[in-house]
């Protein structure tokens, strides 16, 4: 079977165990690394992929070929993403301005429009698509003026000089009480995905009782992540909900694309279906 993941420390750590045939009865998986934009674009043209993680953004378009895996994905609180820009300030200081987003249908840019919607008089400016990677780097040069950034970004932000304008996940789960739906797993209808399910679950629990086994296999696809910073990732986005979205879980999701149906940033669908 083919399996597509991000190579970031999460996914590495979650799929280790299911990627290495670790997980009694699941069958072999080919392997795709590829960041969630590219996995987004990848959703929307390419139904050849038997699971793959997405964000949750992009799922109304994967329906109904796809269906959502309640496990595996990155949820959580205290783990959104974030505005920079080199001078901080607030949103205010964004009307107008450039800025420089990781995905057109990632969660955080869904987040971002939600938010800047209510909080920046006038709207942004222009929208910079780019791999998140680069981000930072382009508001430190000044080729944008403020970036949208995700995962190890959080904990690294400060060695480019750059300041903090927003917290999203802060202001979602303020705004809504819940836990923020970033990144999800989705299968073909096709397949047994009771079965899916289940292979997921049990990589993630051999992830968290062998802790140590999957080391070299996350440092090997963390980009030169230092290895701190890599289990910080780690300790952030594989929680509770990774093993199991439960009912606060599907709450966040339906919730963030009820949202977004009603600004008709996303196409209509029925949320009940999920489960």
């Known amino acids: 079977m083919t399996i597509a993941y991000s190579p970031c420390p999460n996914d590495t750590f979650t799929f280790h165990a299911l990627a290495h045939g670790l997980v009694p009865g699941a069958p072999s998986f080919d392997v795709a690394y590829a960041d969630i934009d590219i996995t987004n674009g990848l959703a929307a043209t390419d139904d050849s992929l038997d699971i793959m993680k997405i964000s949750y953004a992009a799922l109304p378009w ?80 000044g080729s944008i003026d403020a970036g949208l950034v995700i995962h190890e970004a959080r904990f690294t932000y400060q060695n480019y000089g750059l300041s903090q304008v927003a917290d999203l996940g802060s202001w979602w789960e303020s705004d809504t009480g819940l836990p923020i739906p970033l990144g999800a797993i989705i299968a073909k209808r096709s397949l047994n995905l009771e079965a899916v399910r289940e292979w997921i679950r049990q990589s993630v629990r051999y992830a968290w009782e062998h802790p140590d086994v999957s080391r070299e296999y996350v440092m090997a696809h963390a980009q030169e992540m230092d290895p701190s910073v890599a289990q910080s990732h780690i300790d952030l986005y594989v929680n509770e909900f990774t093993a199991d979205l439960g009912d606060d879980g599907f709450a966040a999701v339906t919730t963030l694309l009820q949202r977004a149906m009603d600004e008709n940033l996303v196409p209509r669908m029925d949320l009940a279906s999920l489960r």
């Not at 919607?117 to 040069?141: D, L, R, S, Y």
Request: net charge positive; charged share 15%; with cysteine.
């Open 62 to 141: 994967m329906l109904p070929s796809y269906k959502l895996v309640p496990c595996g994905g990155a949820l959580g609180r205290g783990c959104g993403p974030l505005v920079l820009s080199k001078k901080g300030g607030d949103a205010a200081g964004l009307s107008g301005k450039r800025v420089a987003v990781p995905s057109e249908r990632s969660t955080a840019y869904l987040l971002f429009r939600l938010w800047a919607a209510k909080n920046v008089p006038g709207g942004v400016g222009e929208i910079v698509v780019m791999p998140f990677h680069e981000i930072m780097p382009a508001v430190q040069a």
